[in-house]
């Protein structure tokens, strides 16, 4: 690492605390010291990988804004949305970036090129600007640098690093604003009126998404803060493993999670009683 590099880490860390703090008297959700420091790895990460893009960002943080529109049933919303943009060589480009899963992104561009139609159309169309292509950077980083970090491996680290590519092209398409629009007004719709059927146990089973190895009830149901009081999930627990009706009760309602999740949860706990845990 160049010293410019440790100046820079060292300015990241300290906005990464000022925003914190921020986001403290803002939010008022408690964040554990894990959850901080795999927040700041990811900011840390995103430029050690990204610094080519990173550094050729010419707009920071544009707030893109399609206000006034009207859902199916006449209610009025507006969509918003912050964008890098970089301008180079004749060409701007749009990043929009996401704490996502690497390989949720590129299993699923269908539904983030929606998002950019819609920041594409604003910035077309409303804002009357040029735009040569649009990305998606995932900065949710994979197992292997998160066990490298975890086990001070800078070689290990180095080398995950290099496998790592968290930029993904996704292309948008102005033909199909309206529809993605249209959906935005769908579930604005489904909000104001209280609609909020969780999606069939049968989901709950099946992969993630297609070519995933991770279930959607173990990945995002398990973690779900409702899903005690959720029918589907208690369906799909419930159909879980063998055992009578009576052992299979007791481990849906004694399941709180995976061995990480209860580990961060209980540091978390421990933060709290000891004082040190800091408000988000
Ligand atoms: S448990 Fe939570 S995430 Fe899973 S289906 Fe129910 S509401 Fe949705």
């Known amino acids: 690492m160049t010293i410019d590099d440790t100046v820079i880490e060292e300015f990241i860390r ?21 959850s901080k420091e795999a927040a700041l790895n990811q900011v840390l990460l995103y430029w050690r990988k990204l610094r080519e893009v990173a550094t050729r960002v010419t707009e920071t943080e544009v707030k893109l804004n399609l ?13 918003e949305g912050v964008v890098d943009i970089v301008r ?5 480009l749009m990043y929009d970036i996401k704490s996502h899963d ?7 561009t269908d539904l983030y090129r929606e998002q950019l139609n819609v920041y ?12 040569d292509g ?50 935005f007004g769908a579930v604005v719709d489904a909000i104001e009126e209280g609609r909020f059927s969780p999606p069939a146990a049968d989901r709950l089973a099946s992969p993630l998404y297609e070519g995933s190895r ?5 990945r995002i ?29 007791s481990r849906y309602f004694n399941d709180y999670g995976d061995d990480l999740f209860l580990e961060v949860r209980r540091n978390g706990a421990l933060e709290a009683i000891r004082g040190e845990v800091e408000l988000l």
């Open 14 to 34: 300290d906005m990464f605390e000022e925003n914190l703090e921020t986001l403290m008297f803002e939010g008022g959700q408690p964040l554990t010291r894990d």
């Open 134 to 183: 649009t990305y998606i950077i995932a900065t949710a980083y994979p197992d292997e640098i998160g066990e490298a970090l975890f086990n001070g491996d800078e070689a290990a680290l180095e080398y995950a690093l290099s496998q790592w590519d968290p930029l993904v092209e996704i292309g948008y398409d102005l033909q199909q604003v309206q529809t993605t629009i249209k959906a």
């Open 102 to 108: 690497l390989e949720y992104v590129r299993a699923n």
């Open 88 to 92: 180079e060589e004749g060409e701007t």
């Open 67 to 79: 206000p006034r529109q009207q859902s199916p049933n006449g209610k009025i919303f507006g969509i």
């Open 120 to 131: 594409a159309y604003i910035w077309q169309e409303l804002r009357r600007q040029g735009l």
């Open 221 to 249: 149901c398990r973690l779900c803060d409702v899903r005690f009081s959720c029918s589907s999930y208690r369906e799909y627990a419930l159909a879980q493993g063998r055992g009578t009706t009576e052992s299979k009760f």
């Open 214 to 218: 991770s279930v959607f009830g173990r």
